[in-house]
C-alpha cells in the first residue's frame, strides 16, 4: 500500500483532499494544486466553495490571482459533499478547535469531520490531521473512528499521521511553501507516507517519532509565545508603575546577541492561535494529574492587558481633565495582529466592550475590518482614521497596520494612547505609550 501511494506521489498522479478550508486549508491546497496537484477541498460552508468554483479567495494570504488559474485548469475544486472522498488517495483535515467558555477543548470539529471521512475511508488512503490540538488526539480520538467505522488496520491498509500547522498570516517572508514541515505518524509507514506527502509541495519536511510529538511540537511553540508574551506584559506594567518605558527597556536588551529573544507587550493576545492552544495542553495535562502553572499564569496576564489599556486610557483622559464616560475614545486598528484581517479573539473587542461599559461613546477605523460585532452592544462600522483623530478625544492604537498615516494621526489628534509603539518615531507630548 504505502509504496502504490509513493508512486502515485512521485508521478503525481495523487488525488489529494482538504478538510476545512478556512486560513489553514486554502492556502494549503492552493499550494499543492501549484505543484501539479490534483486537490479538492471540502467545507461544510456553500459560500468557501461556491467562491473557490467562481475563482475567488477570502483568504487575505491567497490572491485571486493565483487561485482563479488553478480552478479554471482544474487542479482545483471544492465541494460540500463528503462522498467526493472515494476518489481521494489523501485528506489533510484542517477544521477549526477553538475553547469552549470554560476553556476546555471544543473537540465537536474534529469528531464530525473524522466521522464523515471515516465513513468513506478506502484502502490505500493518507489522513493526516493539521488542527492544532492536545497530545493523543490522533491516535485516541481519530484513529479509532477511522479504524471502527472501515475495519481497516493502520499503517497496513491506511496511514494517519499528525502534522502541525505553522502558518502565519501576513507574514510576508514565511508561508505554507517555505515553513518547514513537521510530521509524526501512528506507525514508520505513516511517518513516511506523510513525509513523502508534504515533500511533493514544501520545501523542508521534519519527521518525527510519532503523533503525540508532532501535537507536542506545536503546543510547544505557542506556550513558548504565550508565556514569553505574559512576561512582557507583567514587565510593561511594572515599568508603568516605575515611569520606565518598557519599549526603550526592550529594545536595549536586544542588543545582547545572544540568550535574548525579544518579545513586546501588547494590549492582550488575539487569534486563534496563542490565546487558544495552551489551554489544549494545560487541559490534558490536568488528567495526568499535573498543573501547567506557567500556562495559567501568562493567560491571567495576558488576560488583564485589556483592562491595563482601559485604565491607562482613563487616566490620560484625566490628564486632560476629561472623564472617560462622556468621552469619544476611537480605536485605531481592530484586527488581532498588523497587517491582516482576522479579529477572532482580538483584545481590541475587549477594550471597545470595557470602554462602551463605562461610558464612552467608541469608533474604530481598520482598513482591513469594514464591521466588527461587540458581544454586549452589536455591530460598528469601520470610519475613517483622520476625521475620527480630529473629532475624538483620544485616539487608542490597538493595532499597527502599516497603511495608517501615523504622522497624520498625530497631526490631527489631541491625545493619543498607543499600545504598540507605533508612534515611537516621533517625539511628542500627545502620546501615551503602553
Ligand atoms: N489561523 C491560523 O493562523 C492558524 C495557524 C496555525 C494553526 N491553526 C490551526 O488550524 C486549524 C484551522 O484553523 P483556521 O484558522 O484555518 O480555521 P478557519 O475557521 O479559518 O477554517 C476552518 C474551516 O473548517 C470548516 N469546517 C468546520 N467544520 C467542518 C467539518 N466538519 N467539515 C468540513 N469543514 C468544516 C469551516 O467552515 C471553516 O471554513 C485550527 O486547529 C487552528 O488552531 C490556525
Request: glycine share 8%.
Amino acid at each position: 500500500m504505502l509504496e502504490q501511494l509513493k508512486k502515485k506521489f512521485q508521478d503525481r498522479t495523487v488525488q489529494a483532499g482538504v478538510v476545512g478550508l478556512g486560513y489553514v486549508g486554502l492556502p494549503l491546497a492552493v499550494e499543492f494544486a501549484k505543484e501539479g496537484i490534483h486537490v479538492t477541498g471540502i467545507d461544510l460552508d456553500s459560500r468557501k466553495t461556491e467562491a473557490i468554483g467562481a475563482g475567488r479567495s477570502y483568504i487575505q494570504d491567497v490572491a485571486t490571482e493565483s487561485l482563479a488559474p488553478l480552478v479554471a485548469s482544474g487542479m482545483l475544486r471544492a465541494t460540500t459533499d463528503f462522498s467526493i472522498i472515494r476518489e481521494l488517495d489523501t485528506i489533510n483535515i484542517c477544521v477549526p478547535t477553538p475553547l469552549r467558555k470554560t476553556k476546555d477543548p471544543d473537540m465537536s470539529f474534529i469528531d464530525a469531520a473524522s466521522r464523515e471521512i471515516a465513513k468513506h475511508l478506502h484502502p490505500g488512503m493518507l489522513i493526516i490531521l493539521e488542527s492544532t490540538t492536545y497530545p493523543g488526539t490522533t491516535d485516541e480520538m481519530l484513529l479509532p473512528i477511522l479504524e471502527d467505522a472501515s475495519g481497516l488496520k493502520v499503517g497496513v491498509d491506511f496511514f494517519v499521521c499528525f502534522s502541525p500547522e505553522r502558518v502565519d498570516p501576513g507574514n510576508p517572508n514565511f508561508h505554507t511553501k517555505n515553513i518547514p514541515k513537521v510530521v509524526g505518524g501512528i506507525t514508520p509507514a505513516c511517518t513516511e507516507a506523510g513525509a513523502a506527502f508534504y515533500g511533493m509541495a514544501l520545501d523542508t519536511v521534519v519527521p518525527v517519532g510519532s503523533t503525540r510529538v508532532a501535537e507536542m511540537v506545536k503546543l510547544l511553540e505557542n506556550t513558548f509565545r504565550m508565556i514569553n508574551i505574559g512576561l512582557v506584559n507583567e514587565l510593561a506594567i511594572m515599568c508603568d508603575r516605575m515611569g520606565i518605558n518598557v519599549w526603550e527597556v526592550i529594545d536595549a536588551a536586544k542588543t545582547k546577541p545572544f540568550g535574548f529573544m525579544a518579545f513586546y507587550p501588547g494590549p492582550g493576545l488575539g487569534g486563534h492561535c496563542i490565546p487558544v492552544d495552551p489551554y489544549y495542553l494545560s487541559w490534558k495535562t490536568k488528567q495526568a494529574g499535573i498543573e501547567a502553572r506557567f500556562i495559567e499564569l501568562a493567560g491571567y496576564i495576558n488576560g488583564q492587558m485589556p483592562h491595563f489599556v482601559v485604565d491607562k486610557i482613563q487616566n490620560a483622559l484625566n490628564d486632560h481633565t476629561k472623564p472617560l464616560k462622556g468621552s469619544h475614545v476611537h480605536i485605531l486598528g481592530v484586527a488581532y495582529k498588523r497587517d491582516i484581517d482576522d479579529v477572532r479573539e482580538s483584545p481590541a473587542l475587549d477594550i471597545i466592550h470595557l470602554l462602551q461599559a463605562r461610558g464612552a461613546r467608541v469608533t474604530y477605523s481598520d482598513p482591513y475590518v469594514k464591521k466588527c460585532r461587540i458581544e454586549s452592544t452589536g455591530e460598528l462600522t469601520a470610519q475613517d482614521p483622520l476625521e475620527m483623530a480630529a473629532t475624538s478625544d483620544c485616539v487608542v492604537c490597538v493595532t499597527d497596520h502599516v497603511v495608517f498615516d501615523y504622522a497624520a494621526v498625530l497631526e490631527k489628534a489631541i491625545l493619543i494612547v498607543d499600545t504598540r509603539n507605533a508612534f515611537k518615531k516621533f517625539t511628542s507630548s500627545k502620546v501615551v505609550a503602553l
